[in-house]
């Protein structure tokens, strides 16, 4: 969720100003329990900067190198053996205090708004499954309730449970920075800004966050079938929970071998708006037989009927393999805003009286199966 509910990621865009690209090296020792918070670890880490001068080149970053690897080892291994995803393992009441790593931006210049990568360092006290949100508390009061903090504000994680440094403590969100213009004046109004979104996309490393969670049942990948069909469909930010699934499918030697198809739908509004495209298209190019990558640029492309071309319009258009997979036991995933739904809704619907199915009963089905995911924002 973003905003006031989830969060993403990103990684290689093009940029035409200076960039300040930072990795981490991490040295762990850590013994993991989701049930009682008796974890130990200990973490060293060494942040290396440097600058880069690009002008319209793409900066690549350190998860797009790492996606050129065929397999990644991952620890602590004990990660795997869970048998039921961590929940609520810190509350409003009681967060956590990580650590802000890296912020890199993820879209080009061309791009509406700003979309950031944040790497934060939780000591692998706060493990988290694939699909799942953290919480994050922005500092300062809350202006409603004086003197008290500010609501939680829910962000979808956007890596794996061992996160991009792969060592199982950090986590990573995708978060597009919120700002608000006058009608009037068509000026930005700065008092009306996103307060948590802006806390995030302005932190610098070494900057501290308090973070509750993890929480979220309902996006978690299912992994009892390997040779399952995933069919994901997310707009913007909505993007970031599908980077983990992907990460664990197609980048880390981990105990689910995946064999299925991953088929991701990606809507935005132009090319210097995708995220974490780089990544994607290297999953594409490793993994033909078993990932698809559609992407629906609004602003850059025409839908059947010469308007703008939207993610339902791309389901459109695949709408009879999609159907089918669906029959076979696929899982549908949505995330994003609320506002893709109603679209999608309508389309699902149109396409199924097509086929002469009643899509309100084909609905229930799916959720009767537990095929149907969403979380919207």
Known sequence: MAGSAVSQVAIAVPIGSDISLRRSAFKRRNTISFSDKSWASTLSLDLKSRNA???????????????????????????????????????????????????????????????????????GNVPYWEGQSYGVIPPGENPKKPGYPHNVRLYSIASSRYGDSFDGKTTSLCVRRAVYYDPET???????????????????????VQITGPSGKIMLLPEDNPNASHIMIATGTGVAPFRGYLRRMFMENVTFKFRGLAWLFLGVANNDSLLYDDELTKFLQDYPDHFRYDRALSREQKNKSG??????????????????????????????????????QETLKRVAEQRGEIWDEKLSQLKKNKQWHVEVY
């Open 53 to 123: 001068q690009k002008t319209n080149q793409y900066i690549v970053c350190m998860s797009v190198q790492q996606a050129s690897k065929s397999k990644v080892t991952v620890s602590p291994l004990e990660l795997e053996a869970a048998k039921e995803p961590p929940l609520n393992l810190f509350k409003p009441k009681e967060p956590y205090t990580a650590t802000i790593i890296s912020v890199e931006r993820l879209v080009g210049p061309k791009a509406p708004g700003e979309t950031c990568h944040i790497v934060i360092d939780h000591g």
């Open 186 to 208: 068509e000026k930005e109004d700065p008092s009306k800004s996103g307060v948590c979104s802006n806390f995030l996309c302005n932190s610098k490393p070494g900057d501290k």
């Open 307 to 344: 308007g703008k071309m939207y993610v339902q319009d791309k389901i459109e258009e695949y709408s009879d393999e999609i159907f089918k997979l669906l029959d076979d036991g696929a899982h549908i995933y949505f995330c994003g805003l609320k506002g893709m739904m109603p679209g999608i």
